[in-house]
């Protein structure tokens, strides 16, 4: 049974950085293409940043320059670091997984069978 949980997020001001961690269970990483969302109040879900089986990166044009998507594939997560941090990135953040023989990144989040419960972060300007 897959198990995705993510951890990391927090409260902090404007132009801080934050680590978001999803830790995989029933799954190995390096054979899966991951990705992250994000969702807030009223808001659509809305991919962020993805990463293939064998490790291409994609990341939404709101983040690019200031988030880094990657795999720890020792620890067996996800992890997303994030910098530079703006109010409007304020949202709910999901780790997701897609099925393992969809191995090509993807932000759509109808391509992705597993999901974790999220993790909040909250940027003040």
């Known amino acids: 049974q897959v198990s995705l949980v993510e951890s990391g997020g927090g409260s902090v001001q404007a132009g801080g950085s934050l680590r978001l961690s999803c830790a995989a269970s029933g799954l190995s990483v390096d054979q899966y293409s991951m990705a992250w969302f994000r969702q807030a109040p009223g808001e659509e879900r809305e991919g962020v940043a993805s990463?293939?089986?064998?490790?291409?990166?994609f990341v939404a044009d709101s983040v690019k320059d200031r988030f880094i998507v990657s795999k720890d594939n020792a620890e067996n997560r996800l992890l997303l670091q994030m910098s530079s941090l703006k109010p409007e990135d304020t949202a709910m953040y999901y780790c997701?997984?897609?099925?393992?023989?969809?191995?090509?990144?993807?932000?759509?989040?109808?391509?992705?069978?597993?999901w974790g419960q999220g993790t909040q972060v909250t940027v003040s300007s």
């Open positions: 990463i293939s089986a064998s490790g291409y990166t």
């Open positions: 997701a997984a897609r099925a393992r023989r969809y191995r090509h990144f993807s932000d759509r989040s109808s391509d992705f069978s597993y």
